[in-house]
């Protein structure tokens, strides 16, 4: 599946991927900023923005639509970013296409498997009745009593959109992305990686225990961490300052 996407600045290719419920419009500001010093290209990933719907949702299903894109634009080899799912994403591309990847920057994600934590923002979404409403604001009211962190809540709302005149719709496969939750949530295959690695975390976030970081040593062999104060699971967009200088001092080392 070739993916939609959105490319900024020249130079060597940077690619970055987007999380579960995410676009690439999530990445605009970062993206911008980071095209100073790279060619960037940021992807809706499969069942996700503009990109094709799929009734396939895993990982090496996403790793290689991203290869396919690659090629399709000419790019032989990237830098990739990808946080959350698109973090394992690129954790894939990183065992099955090394080839194609130079360095690699995962954002708070780590390889183990998740426990199912989604299925509250699944079904907000899922039985919001869209087409009652007049106004994207009549969708924050209803989602507010369901998802009362105005963080998820807006991050979410920035998947609806108007599909005709007075009918609105989500950006997002709802319907597979609920039924391929053990997929998104299941652990990393033990397979080696010698790409150098930045794992960059938020201290809030409990997503990279310290007591992961062994395990993830054994499988990437030249990595390294980061902790970002201050921030949660969204560090890029908690502490973008921070994570922009840390993700260039790595990048271009």
Do not use: C
């Amino acid at each position: 599946m070739n993916l939609t996407f959105r490319e900024y600045g020249e130079g060597q290719p940077l690619i970055i991927l987007h999380g579960l419920f995410g676009f690439s419009d999530n990445w605009k500001s970062q993206a911008k900023v980071l095209s100073n010093y790279f060619r960037v290209i940021i992807v809706d990933l499969r069942n996700h923005g503009r990109s094709e719907w799929d009734d396939t949702h895993d990982y090496p299903s996403m790793a290689s639509d991203v290869i396919e894109t690659m090629k399709q634009i000419g790019i032989d080899s990237a830098h990739i970013i990808g946080h959350s799912m698109g973090g394992k994403v690129a954790m894939h591309i990183a065992q099955s296409h090394s080839k194609y990847l130079l360095k690699l920057v995962v954002v708070d994600m780590g390889i183990k498997s998740y426990p199912m934590h989604h299925q509250d923002l699944i079904h907000a979404m899922k039985n919001a009745p869209l087409n009652d409403f007049s106004a994207r604001s009549e969708a924050n009211n209803y989602l507010q009593k369901l998802i009362p962190e105005e963080g998820v809540r807006q991050f979410l709302l920035k998947n609806l959109f108007w599909i005709e005149k007075g009918k609105l719709a989500w950006r997002m496969n709802l319907s597979i992305l609920e039924q391929s939750m053990n997929n998104i949530l299941e652990a990393l295959p033990q397979h080696g990686v010698l790409n150098s690695t930045l794992f960059v975390r938020g201290s809030n976030s409990n997503y990279i225990l310290e007591e992961d970081l062994s395990a993830i040593e054994d499988l990437f062999l030249d990595s390294e961490f980061i902790s970002i104060d201050g921030a949660g699971h969204w560090v890029h967009a908690e502490a973008p300052d921070v994570f922009i200088e840390r993700t260039l001092s790595f990048l271009l080392r």
